[in-house]
């Protein structure tokens, strides 16, 4: 199990519960019946951080399947990295991967159980595919006619902003018409999935959330276990909103080191500033990063006030401009054909017009001016489905 570093142990707010540590609100409901369970390394239960799996095999369920999304069960494979079927080790009960050969479980799948259960930390991105493996599962429980229950975590970047994605650039880091950041936990997308219609044919899928206990979106959150490899502290979960948009430029953002999502640079910008970090090949975690073996000069933000960053309530696009207007080679900044480490800068912005406005030098306030009044009609939306204030 990938552990934050120990400082970040807990949750600031000792009194929240997340919806798996209220096992008195759904285990009865899974008495006698055979589960299903859509879980990875961070669905623990308590301040012992104990497996929610091994929690409820020592209750007395029993657990037919467990389904693992990106990054796999124990959370160790890669970003992008495909994962295969597995027979857990330590349960004996098979693994089926949902990033792999399928992105949702089979009818087969559904046919060897009577209910679902999805408990997965998620980090409130458009681009963090968790929220995808949320509607695919959605997706299969509503053809089969099974239940899902969501057990409930906070959502630690719980503000709305960035450009509401254009569906013309819909793909596996964007399906859904939602800004960058989409203030929601998983129990609310999950509603907005099915009221605003957005399974196939306009299925229901039907749910039934286990809120978390004593939590409003404002409240500062600590994650207690790593959600992804490349989120390996709580700095990088909250500066991941605004960096993970330079994946679609030439500029590292620390994949191929011990602090990714915390750094920025390039090779290009050698005599421009002083901090620099050397990508490598990291098993597990990147294993052919951007500029791998160059040293990449650029801003360190270890220790950046991402408090402060979190109650401003909005992403940081001072950093992409910084950037952009120091690089040398302009017309090199966002071109993807330049290696496969690059993403492409539209699907993760979800506007062509957010690449154009940078290159053009457009200030901040007209570039967020921009995003409405799409941002306003979805913070509206939004309304109907929060759990939490």
């Given at each position: 199990m990938l552990l934050l570093q120990a400082n970040f142990c807990?949750?600031?707010?000792?009194?929240?519960?997340?919806?798996?540590?209220?096992?008195?609100?759904?285990?009865?409901?899974?008495?006698?019946?055979?589960?299903?369970?859509?879980?990875?390394?961070?669905?623990?239960?308590?301040?012992?951080?104990?497996?929610s799996v091994d929690s409820l095999l020592k209750l007395g369920i029993r657990i037919k399947e467990i389904f693992g999304p990106?990054?796999?069960?124990?959370?160790?494979?890669?970003?992008?990295?495909?994962v295969t079927d597995e027979i857990d080790a330590e349960t004996g009960i098979p693994v089926i991967s949902l990033?792999?050969?399928?992105?949702?479980?089979?009818?087969?799948d559904m046919d060897a159980i009577d209910i679902m259960i999805?408990?997965?930390?998620?980090?409130?991105?458009?681009?963090?595919?968790?929220?995808?493996?949320?509607?695919?599962?959605?997706?299969?429980?509503?053809?089969?006619?099974?239940?899902?229950?969501?057990?409930?975590r906070p959502?630690?970047?719980?503000?709305?902003?960035?450009?509401?994605?254009?569906?013309?650039?819909?793909?596996?880091?964007?399906?859904?018409?939602?800004?960058?950041?989409?203030?929601?936990?998983?129990?609310?997308?999950?509603?907005?999935?099915?009221?605003?219609?957005?399974?196939?044919?306009?299925?229901?899928?039907k749910i039934k959330v286990i809120p978390v206990k004593n939590y409003m979106h404002d409240l500062d959150y600590v994650l207690p276990v790593n959600p992804s490899p490349n989120l390996n502290t709580q700095q990088s979960v909250l500066l991941y909103p605004s960096l993970c948009l330079f994946e679609g430029t030439t500029i590292?953002?620390?994949?191929?080191?011990?602090?990714?999502f915390t750094v920025l640079g390039s090779p290009d910008l050698k005599g421009i500033y002083p901090f620099s970090f050397t990508p490598v090949s990291i098993p597990g975690k990147s294993e052919t990063p951007l500029h791998q073996n160059e040293v990449c000069y650029g801003l360190d933000l270890r220790n950046y006030n991402t408090v402060k960053l979190h109650k401003s309530g909005q992403i940081n696009l001072k950093w992409m401009m910084e950037l952009y207007k120091a690089y040398p080679y302009k017309e090199k900044f966002f071109d993807m054909s330049q290696s496969k480490q690059m993403g492409n800068i539209d699907k993760l912005a979800g506007t062509t017009l957010f690449k154009e406005q940078i290159m053009a030098g457009k200030s901040e306030k007209e570039i967020r001016q921009s995003w409405e009044p799409e941002l306003s009609r979805y913070k509206a939306m939004r309304q109907k489905y929060v759990l939490y204030k």
């Open positions: 807990c949750a600031q707010n000792p009194t929240i519960q997340t919806g798996a540590d209220q096992t008195e609100l759904y285990v009865p409901l899974l008495k006698g019946k055979n589960v299903g369970m859509v879980i990875n390394q961070t669905s623990v239960i308590g301040t012992r951080l104990v497996p990106e990054h796999g069960f124990r959370g160790n494979a890669s970003n992008g990295a495909k990033y792999g050969q399928k992105r949702k479980p089979s009818k087969k999805f408990d997965i930390q998620d980090v409130g991105c458009r681009f963090y595919t968790n929220i995808n493996t949320l509607a695919d599962v959605m997706e299969a429980c509503a053809e089969n006619g099974k239940e899902l229950i969501i057990l409930d959502n630690p970047n719980a503000f709305v902003d960035g450009p509401v994605l254009d569906m013309k650039l819909k793909s596996g880091i964007g399906r859904f018409p939602v800004p960058i950041t989409h203030g929601m936990t998983i129990g609310e997308f999950a509603q907005m999935v099915n009221g605003e219609g957005w399974l196939p044919d306009k299925m229901q899928c590292s953002q620390g994949r191929g080191t011990y602090m990714p």
